[in-house]
């Protein structure tokens, strides 16, 4: 079993700034692709970010490129979400998933992704 545990939300102006950690356990998470997801109230849940597992490929969606950034520390089975530039619209909970593709990949739907964290609010003041 995997488990993912997200952390550093909050509250931030827009403009500002905040990063996301999703600590992994349980397998080897050299082998997973991560994303990021997020759902705001009354919206489906959406793909963010994704990256593979050797970190060497990434997804972003367009609405958040050139502002988010995703990487991983696999000595430390953490990912992270870099978020800069945050708008009002980002306001949501983010989550974290992994997936164990059969090769180096990411994928961008969300029903491939096993495992999922908690949750996350995210939530940008204009």
């Known amino acids: 079993q995997v488990q993912l545990v997200e952390s550093g939300g909050g509250l931030v102006q827009a403009g500002g700034s905040l990063r996301l950690s999703c600590a992994a356990s349980?397998?080897?998470?050299?082998?997973?692709?991560m994303a990021w997801f997020r759902q705001a109230p009354g919206k489906e849940r959406e793909l963010v970010t994704a990256?593979?597992?050797?970190?060497?490929?990434?997804y972003g969606a367009d609405s958040v490129k050139g502002r988010f950034t995703i990487s991983r520390d696999n000595s430390k089975n953490t990912v992270y979400l870099q978020m800069n530039s945050l708008k009002p619209g980002d306001t949501a909970v983010y989550y974290c998933?992994?997936?164990?593709?059969?090769?180096?990949?990411?994928?961008?739907?969300?029903?491939?992704?096993?495992?999922w964290g908690q949750g996350t609010q995210v939530t940008v003041s204009s």
């Open positions: 998933a992994a997936a164990v593709p059969p090769i180096d990949a990411y994928y961008t739907r969300s029903e491939w992704y096993t495992y």
């Open positions: 990256i593979n597992w050797s970190g060497s490929r990434t």
């Open positions: 349980g397998r080897t998470f050299s082998n997973y692709a």
